[in-house]
């Protein structure tokens, strides 16, 4: 029995010297320092707080240059290599989501790039005047409503295996 409360003692004594020294020992939280407003484009540190985002982090705008930043902001840029992947994956008619859970990328970042490349591309077709030399073609249908139910729209498109390219087309509307 005195063993038994002797151990009980030892145990109180211990945790109690444990909690008295982690009351003593400043916390790592309230010793940090805070985290100093530098805009990232101009490197100044004239900066003022411009609300906050949808999830509550405080929003900043320099008052140098004028941009608004997030410390600490744990939105990364996506890599050339990611977006070399996503082109090819494009090319391949795979579906944005599809797309978007292979790269691991969110669905919008992916609309806005897509978006973004169509911007670029040129509107007008340009035929190829050289032979592609011995062709295998692949005819493909596609069809859909245009502004409504009664305005159906065919598109027929020959297209080269090799080089998936577009030799011939024909729109209709039934």
């Not at 599809?98 to 790039?113: C, E, F, K, P, T």
Request: with cysteine; charged share 25%.
């Amino acid at each position: 029995m005195t063993t038994i409360l002797a151990f009980l003692l030892y145990s109180f004594i211990l945790l109690l010297s444990r909690l008295t020294r982690e009351s003593i020992e400043p916390s790592p939280k309230i010793c940090e320092e805070p985290l100093k407003r530098v805009c990232p484009t101009c490197n100044s540190e004239h900066a003022i707080k411009n609300g906050s985002t949808h999830n509550g982090k405080p929003k900043y705008q320099c008052k140098i240059c004028s941009r608004q930043f997030v410390i600490g902001a744990t939105k990364t840029t996506v890599l050339k290599e990611t977006k070399q992947l996503i082109d090819r994956l494009l090319l391949e008619r795979i579906s944005l989501r599809g797309i978007a859970r292979v790269a691991q990328v969110s669905w919008s970042w992916l609309q806005d790039y897509v978006n973004q490349k169509l911007a670029q591309t040129p509107r007008q077709v340009e035929a190829l005047a050289k032979t592609l030399g011995k062709l295998l073609i692949e005819c493909d249908e596609m069809w859909s409503f245009v502004d409504c139910k009664k305005n159906e729209v065919y598109i027929w498109l020959a297209i080269d295996r090799k080089s998936r390219k577009i030799v011939g087309w024909v729109v209709i509307r039934k």
